[in-house]
């Protein structure tokens, strides 16, 4: 122990103590865990009879399972779920999510003459908006814009906005963003205004499966294309007005249902 204490540089009791805890099997290799799973236990009894039933019976085309579709059917089928849960409780679903809004507009490809390639003439500016939305099942777009990125404090805002327009219970459903699932928003739901709401993330492996992703990009490339504004004040009347207008195409709201889960 003395000449081992002595080429390690560390005291003899040290070593003396090592030598106690490997006669007892506590220095015996203990393997790192790995990442903890994304899949729970039912998930994973759930993917084995997603896969057993066929791509097809999943409404795929082709018996071809992939990773992509994988992540989508166990998204849709815990949203579903979710939905079906909400149903029974008398709960309004209401798929929220965020988005930025800035001075360089969102360049698309438009008519112009011969000759005459159209130009954008704006300031080379990063500054820009958030607008918080929520989307029901029946055609309904909320919103709540900020002047500054989404934090703790604009989701409460836009929690008590969803709850101050929609009677009765609400389940919203969103991505894992920080702010989230920030102390703030912890906060408010252990008081007696978040009574009524629950909350529930979308699966880590499919956050892009939000069909209020659509909305915004409708909103970006077809009410806000080619924009060009000169102050974040020009942005926020545009997109007030784009949102006005779009608030009111309930069929292009209940598209992006249609087109991500077949919902309606």
Known sequence: QKDIAAALGVSEGAVSQWMVRGRQGEL????????????????????????????????????????????????????????KKAKREGYTLVFADESGFGLLPMRVRTWA??????????????????????MTLDGRWLTWQLDHACRGQGCVYFLRHLLRQIAGKVLVIWDGLPAHRSQTVKDFLHTEAAGRLWLVALPAYAPDLNPIEALWNY??????????????????????RAIERLRHRKNVILSCFRHQFHYL
Not at 54 to 80: H, I, M, P, Y
Not at 127 to 133: I, R, T, W
């Open 113 to 134: 003459l011969r000759g005459q390639t159209p130009r954008l003439s704006v300031p080379l500016s990063h500054k820009h908006l958030s607008v918080m939305g929520g």
């Open 28 to 83: 015996a290799a203990h393997p790192a865990p790995g990442k903890r799973p994304k899949l729970s236990r039912d998930d994973k009894r759930r993917l084995v009879e997603i896969v057993q039933a066929g791509a097809v019976a999943a409404g795929f085309e082709g018996e071809v399972w992939t990773a992509s579709r994988v992540r989508q059917v166990l998204a849709e089928d815990g949203l579903d779920r979710a939905q």
């Open 219 to 240: 909103l970006k490339r077809f009410e806000l294309a080619n924009l060009c504004t000169r102050s974040l004040d020009e942005l926020q009347r545009h997109l007030r």
